[in-house]
């Protein structure tokens, strides 16, 4: 499970569906053909939120432009979360997200969790073991 990027992509649709049932869930893959970039940019166009979720962009610099992108189409007054699934490195990366929740890992587990942080049945909590140029030391 800890590398099946389709079986987490369907955990967290299934889980954002069963918690937002108005939500649009937009999953892209590694490499996205142009129809996913037109499919997320028209999504980001007509939403009141935004949840943008990288994974190791910091070391995929064209997932980091993807999702700029994809903010840069929505409404200056709709608010983005950035969600740093993996790893904490990816925090900072996007300065036009109002938040960004950090996790460490995306098993389906914490995919749950994130889901739940989101509904609000749970609260993020949070102690940083490194030091984050972007955002201060641990």
Known sequence: EAEDPVGRARVLREAVVAAFPRATVVALSHDPRHGEVIEATAAAQKAARIVVITRDG?????????????????????PVLHVAARGPYDAGLLSDAAATLLMYGDPAVSLLALVDVLAGKATPSWTLPVTLPSIGTA
């Open 58 to 78: 910091r070391d995929v610099p064209s997932q980091i432009a993807l999702a700029r992108q994809i903010i840069a189409a929505r409404s200056p007054t709709t």
